[in-house]
């Protein structure tokens, strides 16, 4: 008799994983973050509710396994195509630094770099899919503070630090004054950006990300 080959339970819960983050992303992109469910989620996933809850303990842990997963194949795809381009005589793309997180490109031009982050940051938020999860985590993190501080822990603080490097880096070229503190200064870049972005005040375009560089390089360069 031929010999049967067990099946693969490390591939079976890859699958069953993927399946449950795309279930996850799907509903709250269209029906919103309170009306999710975790059986809805198992529903849509085609697995056992036991399923989810043996792996994440609430619906909030589920979303942000599933966006974090997203962001990680996003940043991937985004980091191929910004190394093709620079292959080809563009400026240099963002780099990866960690688990999906994207780091800056350090061109010895700090506007130029900056003006590269946001730029894919705009595109980012403007992108359906992941602007409907972003901003469902964004409003449950408002009135939920334990979501709210994971959010931060999980995706922000990583890419905050990212800025925090460039800056410090810019400052030991003598690029951005000694007494700026990174940690600040990276505000006046992403809190306009995300100003506009969650009041949808205006259009977040890649020319309003421009104006904010050139805005807040001109305050943080050294005074003559």
Known sequence: MASTKAPDSSRRSDRSRRAIHDAALALVAEVGYRRTTIEGIAARAGVG??????????????????????????????????DEGAAEGGRAGAARSGEGVTGFPDTGDLAA???????????ELNDP??????????????????????FVHQLLDPQLALYVTRLRAAQEAGHVRADVDPRTA????????MHRWLLRTLPLTHAYADAIVDYAVGGLAPRS
């Open 49 to 82: 509710k036991q399923t989810i809850y043996r792996w994440w303990p609430s619906k909030a842990a589920v979303l942000m396994d599933a966006f974090l997963d997203l962001a990680g194949r996003t940043a991937e795809e985004a980091g191929e195509g910004a």
């Open 113 to 123: 770099d900056l003006k590269a982050v946001l730029r894919a940051t705009v595109d």
């Open 129 to 150: 899919v992941l602007e409907a999860v972003t901003r469902a985590l964004t409003a449950e993190g408002i009135v939920d503070a334990k979501v709210g501080a994971e």
């Open 186 to 193: 990276l505000e006046l870049l992403i809190g306009p950006l």
